[in-house]
């Protein structure tokens, strides 16, 4: 079972991920700000996370910034609408990102990817 925390402040879009990665195999767990995502990585074990950068409380940044400060190496996908997304989230130390709006096929194409680097090939689940 792949476990994916998705960190997402939006309400329809995080509905809209989660019952995507439900229909394809995959155990999401979904919180709405930076604190629950810290709180959820330092209690909970989870695959991939897919990770939002404005979120109130604790940002995206801030949030990315501080797992890979304390040795966290399992792969996180930026979902932004900023801009300059691929210079902030691979600066910071994301795995991916994916700009919003995205066609969720697309997010699986990168979630697979990801867990493949990070697993292998034989583990990860297919579309």
Do not use: C, W
């Given at each position: ?21 439900l ?92 867990l ?12």
């Amino acid at each position: 079972m792949t476990r994916v925390l998705l960190v997402e402040d939006e309400n329809l879009i995080a509905q809209f991920i989660e019952k995507g990665l439900l229909r394809h195999g995959y155990y999401p767990t979904s919180v709405s700000d930076g604190q629950q995502a810290l709180d959820e990585i330092y209690n909970e074990s989870y695959d991939l996370v897919l990770l939002d950068l404005g979120l109130p409380t604790i940002s995206g940044r801030e949030v990315l910034q501080t797992l890979r400060q304390q040795g966290f190496t399992l792969p996180v996908i930026v979902i932004t609408a900023y801009s300059d997304k691929k210079n902030i989230a691979l600066g910071l130390g994301a795995n991916d990102f994916i700009d919003k709006p995205f066609r969720f096929s697309e997010l699986l194409k990168i979630i697979q990817r990801n867990l493949a680097k990070s697993f292998g090939d034989d583990k990860v689940l297919q579309i």
